[in-house]
Structures are given as C-alpha cells and as structure tokens.
C-alpha cells in the first residue's frame, strides 16, 4: 500500500444554476499520507478540485514548499488559484527518484482553532508512482470538463485566465504522460 493516496470523492459546480460561469469544479477529496486520513468523504468542506489538481500537477516535477506556494489542496481561490486561508499545506520535496512530503497542515476554518498540524508525519513516494496517482486524477478533471457544456465568461479577462489554465493543465498532463508512460 502506498504512503501517500488522493482521489476525487466528488466533482460538481458550486451552484447547480448558472452552473456555466462557474469557471472551477468543486468536490471532495480523499488524501491519505503516512497512516494518516488527512481528508475524508466524513469532511464538511468543498475543495476546487480542477485548480487543487494544476498545482498537484505542477509538483510532478517541481517542489512545493509551503511557506513561497501557500497551499496545495485550495478551499476557493477560482482560476486565479488566490485562495483563502483553508487548505492543505505541506512541503513537498523532490529527492532523486522520490519525493518526500512532509510539514502537514489542515486548515478547515478561519480561527485559530481550525488547524491541525500533523507532526512528525513525514513519507515518501516513488516519484513515478506519485506520477500516476495525479494523472490518474487529472484525467478524471479533463473527463468532467469534457462532459459539461461549454463555459461562459464575465469578460475578457476571465476568458484569458480560462485559456492559460487549461494550456498549462493539458501541456503538464501530457508531459506527465509521456515521460511516466501512463
């Protein structure tokens, strides 16, 4: 069994009327790191999970450290990925062939009292097998977006940043594809 698992429990749009300007997809997700069940179908919270997967995608090949990146697992934040305090924050570490993830943080409100820090729980994973696990998901986000009908924008602006997203998504899922052969 693998140290460090994700999946998309639910994907949805925020509303379900004028669904067609939500420019994100929401939902849940289930991580696990370590032992540890870091987000359950149990949780209260929606995630974005088209831009939450951009920034897994991203550390394929790149680090994310918490303090420059903020956090991983976005609460909001629409495609400008500016999100609010709640999130998944963690350092994740590339080391030769494997990655280590370590630095965990839940932050499930805005007090104080809202944060869990996850102590000492360090793991690490295969680079490769972290690989498959986020193209496994990305391709879930790239099938829901393709299902739905095509999105509407306030402005010019918004149309830009929905371009540039899915550029860096598709060239980051197929990059990720062909160097991991999935």
Same mark, same amino acid.
């Given at each position: 069994?693998?140290?460090?698992?994700?999946?998309?429990?639910?994907?949805?749009?925020?509303?379900?009327?004028?669904?067609?300007?939500?420019?994100?997809?929401? %939902?849940?997700?289930?991580?696990? !790191? &370590?032992?540890?069940?870091? $987000?359950?179908? #149990?949780? =209260?919270?929606?995630?974005?999970?088209?831009?939450?997967?951009?920034?897994?995608?991203?550390?394929?090949?790149?680090?994310?450290?918490?303090?420059?990146?903020?956090?991983?697992?976005?609460?909001?934040?629409?495609? %400008?990925?500016?999100?609010?305090? !709640? &999130?998944?924050?963690?350092? $994740?570490?590339? #080391?030769? =062939?494997?990655?280590?993830?370590?630095?965990?943080?839940?932050?499930?409100?805005?007090?104080?009292?809202?944060?869990?820090?996850?102590?000492?729980?360090?793991?690490?994973?295969?680079?490769?097998?972290?690989?498959?696990?986020?193209?496994?998901?990305?391709?879930?986000?790239?099938?829901?977006?393709?299902?739905?009908?095509?999105?509407?924008?306030?402005?010019?602006?918004?149309?830009?940043?929905?371009?540039?997203?899915?550029?860096?998504?598709?060239?980051?899922?197929?990059?990720?594809?062909?160097?991991?052969?999935?």
């Amino acid at each position: 069994m693998s140290s460090f698992s994700i999946k998309i429990i639910s994907q949805n749009w925020i509303s379900d009327t004028n669904n067609e300007m939500d420019l994100c997809s929401h %939902g849940q997700f289930e991580l696990k !790191i &370590g032992n540890e069940k870091i $987000l359950t179908k #149990d949780d =209260d919270l929606e995630w974005t999970i088209s831009t939450s997967t951009l920034n897994l995608l991203r550390c394929i090949e790149s680090n994310h450290l918490m303090k420059e990146n903020f956090d991983l697992i976005l609460h909001c934040g629409e495609l %400008g990925m500016v999100s609010c305090p !709640i &999130g998944i924050y963690l350092d $994740l570490i590339h #080391d030769k =062939d494997e990655i280590i993830i370590e630095n965990i943080v839940k932050q499930y409100g805005t007090s104080e009292n809202s944060i869990i820090k996850y102590s000492g729980l360090k793991t690490r994973i295969p680079k490769k097998e972290f690989a498959v696990i986020i193209l496994k998901i990305a391709e879930e986000v790239l099938s829901f977006f393709e299902k739905q009908p095509k999105r509407k924008f306030f402005d010019e602006s918004d149309k830009v940043l929905w371009q540039n997203f899915w550029i860096e998504f598709n060239n980051l899922y197929e990059d990720g594809k062909n160097k991991y052969c999935c």
